[in-house]
């Protein structure tokens, strides 16, 4: 099993619609996720990090953390040609020596 | 601009060449890290720098050879190295290595390495 798993897409998304981007992760012990995007030929930068259980939201972007469950996911609401894009879900994962595990990425594109 | 600087941007190299890659952070940061990103593969973890020691190597082939003078730059020291071996060659840099809230990961760049 991967240790942080995410669906490579490609995603298509109408503009205007709600995108949807999910990642699972195998350490029950995490305690810490992130999102990162990443533009074609561009280093990843953060958008959203999450510590807790449940929802939050930031501008257009909402991160939910469900620990029982082991999954994070990213929505994305009112889509914009600028959110096409790869993202990254990161995990910290706790097998004695934390450090920061990356998904393969899910491309997302917003179709105008 | 994320204050995480890396040089070159492009780099082709033949396999009996010694290249380095260079990388300078302007965070006041501890903790530096490289991390190789290869088509569809997830980023991969190759070296951690916390105050200028390495604490980790992620089983990284010898012909990559990392040096940390100081908490602010970086290097990845490049010789005999594989075609396999082409990838973006990301420098990152955080305050320090605990996974709390607030201590983020902010990326370079990259470098864009073609082994010919």
């Known amino acids: 099993q991967k240790e942080v798993e995410q669906n490579s897409g490609p995603l298509s998304v109408p503009e205007g619609a709600i995108a949807s981007l999910n990642c699972t992760y195998s350490?029950?012990?995490?305690?810490?996720f992130f999102w990162y995007r990443q533009y074609s030929g561009k280093s990843p930068e953060l958008i959203m990090s999450i510590y807790s259980n449940g929802d939050k939201e930031d501008g257009r972007f909402t991160a939910q953390l469900n620990k029982a469950s082991q999954y994070v996911s990213l929505l994305i609401r009112d889509s914009q040609p600028s959110d096409s894009a790869t993202y990254l879900c990161?995990?910290?994962?706790?097998?004695?020596?934390?450090?920061?595990?990356f998904g393969t990425g899910t491309r997302l594109t917003i179709i105008p | 601009e994320t204050g995480v600087t890396q040089t070159p941007r492009h780099l082709v190299m033949g396999m009996t060449n010694k290249k380095s890659l260079k990388c300078e952070q302007h965070?006041?940061?501890?903790?530096m890290y490289w991390y190789k990103q290869s088509a569809k593969k997830p980023l991969e973890l190759m070296f951690v720098y916390n105050f200028k020691e390495q604490t980790e190597n992620n089983s990284v082939p010898s012909r990559f050879s990392p040096e940390c003078p100081n908490s602010s730059h970086l290097f990845l020291h490049l010789h005999t190295l594989q075609p396999e071996d082409s990838a973006l060659y990301l420098c990152?840099?955080?305050?320090?290595?605990?996974?709390?809230?607030?201590?983020?990961?902010?990326f370079g760049e990259g470098s864009w390495l073609t082994v010919v």
């Open positions: 350490d029950r012990g995490s305690q810490s």
């Open positions: 990161a995990v910290i994962l706790n097998f004695g020596n934390e450090k920061l595990t």
């Open positions: 965070l006041g940061h501890n903790a």
């Open positions: 990152a840099s955080s305050q320090d290595l605990s996974g709390s809230s607030g201590n983020t990961i902010y």
